[in-house]
């Protein structure tokens, strides 16, 4: 089966970390760029990062550059997202991408407050 799922969301402090995992299966994942998007309450779904094939080349978007590292394991068919320094306004529903594929996971929630 074709899917994505995410995972490691939940609760975390201002300025507190956490480490979103993202397991594929279904395609090979070995040969995709992968991407992480994210929405928060009431605004549209943004790109936060992307990495390459074989995880030479990655993007974030400005707000998060310096916090957040996108990194994939093509061994376990997975893509992380490891997000440092978190802020209230990192609060949002984060989800997996394959842009090939135009497939998307079901996404996990990140709320970042005191």
């Known amino acids: 089966q074709v899917q994505l799922v995410e995972s490691g969301g939940g609760l975390v402090q201002p300025g507190g970390s956490l480490r979103l995992s993202c397991a594929a299966s279904g395609f090979t994942f070995s040969s995709k760029t992968m991407r992480w998007y994210r929405q928060a309450p009431g605004k549209e779904r943004e790109l936060v990062a992307s990495i390459s094939s074989v995880g030479l080349s990655t993007s974030n978007t400005n707000s998060v550059k310096g916090r957040f590292t996108i990194s994939r394991d093509n061994a376990k068919n997975a893509v992380y997202l490891q997000m440092n320094s978190l802020k209230p306004e990192d609060t949002a529903v984060y989800y997996c991408?394959?842009?090939?594929?135009?497939?998307w996971g079901k996404g996990t929630l990140v709320t970042v407050s005191s």
């Open positions: 991408n394959v842009p090939l594929l135009a497939l």
